[in-house]
């Protein structure tokens, strides 16, 4: 069982710019693929981006260009780093801890946080 525990959301103006940390326990953090996912009021959970064991990274369109996504496995941390943000992005983000699965949906992941509330101001 792996804990994850996610940091950094708030409010930011449209424009402007968060950092997420997904901080993990457990041994083997190298091995899991992380992902973030985010869910809006009304919404199903989406996929927003997703680091591999091999360093190997994926993101949604609707982020690509504004977000990147890192892992420091010494750390077993994983980072988001949301710039250029838009009204759209508000949403609950959800770091999650998985298996060797597709990156992009939600049945890879065995484990999530309790999220992080992400808020953009237009």
């Known amino acids: 069982q792996v804990q994850l525990v996610e940091s950094g959301g708030g409010l930011v103006q449209a424009g402007g710019s968060l950092r997420l940390s997904c901080a993990a326990s457990?041994?083997?953090?190298?091995?899991?693929?992380m992902g973030w996912f985010r869910q809006a009021p009304g919404r199903e959970r989406e996929f927003v981006a997703a680091?591999?064991?091999?360093?190997?990274?994926y993101l949604a369109d609707s982020v690509k260009g504004r977000f990147t996504i890192s892992r420091v496995n010494a750390k077993k941390t994983i980072y988001l780093q949301m710039n250029s943000l838009k009204p759209e992005d508000t949403a609950v983000y959800y770091c999650?801890?998985?298996?060797?699965?597709?990156?992009?949906?939600?049945?890879?992941?065995?484990?999530w946080g309790q999220g992080t509330q992400v808020t953009v101001s237009s």
């Open positions: 680091a591999k064991w091999n360093s190997a990274t």
């Open positions: 999650g801890a998985g298996g060797s699965g597709t990156a992009e949906i939600t049945s890879t992941y065995d484990n």
């Open positions: 457990g041994r083997t953090f190298e091995t899991y693929t």
